[in-house]
């Protein structure tokens, strides 16, 4: 037994050197390189949306006001009901505006016959005048008073109108079509002329309907910028397109235009407000209501996007792992645009840091200080590493200063690459 010790004890004392021997003097085992996945960065035309909060609201608004005073005899619609254009409403007690068109017809008929007494006497007047049988004062005396009953008949044509018109106005109409409110004044009420006591009720029309809503100011350059390039590109964005989601998250089958943008920034928000209009002939949009609208019809010319995993952020920013065709690693700095709806990111455009100082203010009599020349973004073709992140990271910590680091890609694009042949590099 302790023969069989010593020979364990032996091997293991010997065990070292054969390690040694069989890796080389001062040779330490090759960690195999990181597997990874990854896609191919193109430049594309690439739709953009802009999603905003906005809020319903009526595309006509009208209140509906009494013209002339009196008892309030019967409302003619159901509150809340949909109402036509020029459909009657309210009726108000027409009795004393009855006998006021009757008084008005009478002194109208009155004053036409005083008028033409007075067109006869000026007439026999002025054939007297010219036998000389009259005086000239008394020729003119009729020819005035003859003028003047002419516009006493005018003054009582435009009083018996005055008078219709105020019996008229005892048939509250509907100015528009659309849907009513609550009536304001019960029947058998009275009711003024004032503007505190004469509304009877609202009409809102609500087909189509109007969706208010805000650019924040960043937004709103970066929506200009992209209507100019699209401009520059021989493109008309013209009216932009707005779809319309619903807190469910369901949206609604119509899209709507963006009809209105302000020309200022709003003081108190700090946002430019907008407005879409939408055809709403189901009433399904109802005015005060909360949707949300994502704003269509925007595109970036020679964009590039990359997979939503491929983006990494340290203390020192954002980037990427960039994989050369032989397999060479890259941590290379990026900028972010905005998220689109299919998760990908879209990249601001790549440029070098002296470039982007060649836009920043210096102050007079100052020279501006040239940055090194670091490239910031990707170029079209490359490749952006999606799936082994955290193994390429630990290996660039472990890797010598100045060394490189060499990965295989297993992924490319989605589709498996095959290991290269034996005896070949990547």
Not at 157 to 167: D, G, I
Not at 271 to 293: E, K, M, T
Not at 397 to 419: E, R
Request: a neutral charge.
């Amino acid at each position: 037994m302790q023969l069989f010790y010593r020979i364990l004890t032996g091997f293991i004392a010997v065990l070292p050197v054969f390690i040694l021997a069989a890796c080389g003097a001062g040779q330490t085992p090759k960690a195999p390189p990181p597997q990874v996945s990854a896609v191919t960065v193109h430049t594309a035309t690439v739709p953009v949306s802009y999603e905003y909060p906005g809020r319903v609201a009526g595309y006509k608004e009208t209140e509906v006001r009494a013209r002339v005073g009196g008892i309030l005899l019967k409302r003619n619609f159901d509150e809340g009901a949909r109402v036509a254009q020029d459909q009657l409403l309210f009726e108000i007690d027409p009795a004393i505006y009855e006998a006021a068109y009757a008084d008005r017809q009478a002194q109208l008929a009155q004053a036409r016959a005083n008028y033409a007494q007075a067109v006869l006497d000026a007439d026999r007047a002025q054939a007297l005048w010219q036998k000389r049988f009259q005086s000239t004062a008394y020729r003119d005396q009729m020819a005035a008073k003859r003028d003047a009953d002419a516009a006493t008949v005018q003054q009582a044509e435009a009083q018996l109108r005055q008078a219709k018109l105020n019996l008229e106005y005892t048939k509250v109409t509907a100015p528009i079509g659309g849907m009513t409110s609550r009536e304001h004044v019960s029947e058998g009420s009275l009711i003024a002329t004032d503007a505190s006591s004469n509304l009877l009720t609202t009409i809102t029309q609500t087909d189509p309907v109007y969706i208010n809503f805000s650019y924040t100011g960043d937004d709103a350059r970066a929506i200009r910028r992209l209507m100019d390039d699209m401009r520059r590109h021989g493109e008309d964005p013209g009216a932009l397109k707005v779809q319309i989601r619903f807190g469910d998250g369901h949206d609604y089958a119509r899209a709507g235009t963006v009809d209105f943008t302000s020309p200022r920034i709003d003081l108190a928000t700090g946002a430019l407000g907008v407005r879409a209009i939408v055809a709403n002939p189901d009433d399904i949009l109802v005015p005060g209501q909360f949707v949300r609208l994502i704003v269509q019809g925007l595109k970036v010319n020679n964009a590039l996007t990359m997979p939503e995993q491929a983006l990494m952020q340290d203390n020192s920013g954002q980037y990427v792992y960039v994989v050369s065709a032989q397999g060479e690693v890259e941590k290379r700095p990026v900028r972010i645009d905005r998220q689109l709806a299919s998760r990908n990111w879209l990249l601001a455009p790549g440029q070098t840091a002296a470039a982007a100082q060649e836009d920043s203010y210096v102050e007079p009599g100052q020279e501006a200080t040239k940055a090194p020349q670091v490239y910031i973004g990707l170029r079209d073709g490359e490749r952006v590493i999606t799936e082994g992140q955290f193994s390429v990271g630990n290996a660039l910590v472990a890797l010598p200063q100045g060394a490189k680091l060499k990965v295989t890609v297993t992924a490319l694009d989605g589709k498996p690459v095959a290991p290269p042949a034996a005896g070949q590099g990547r």
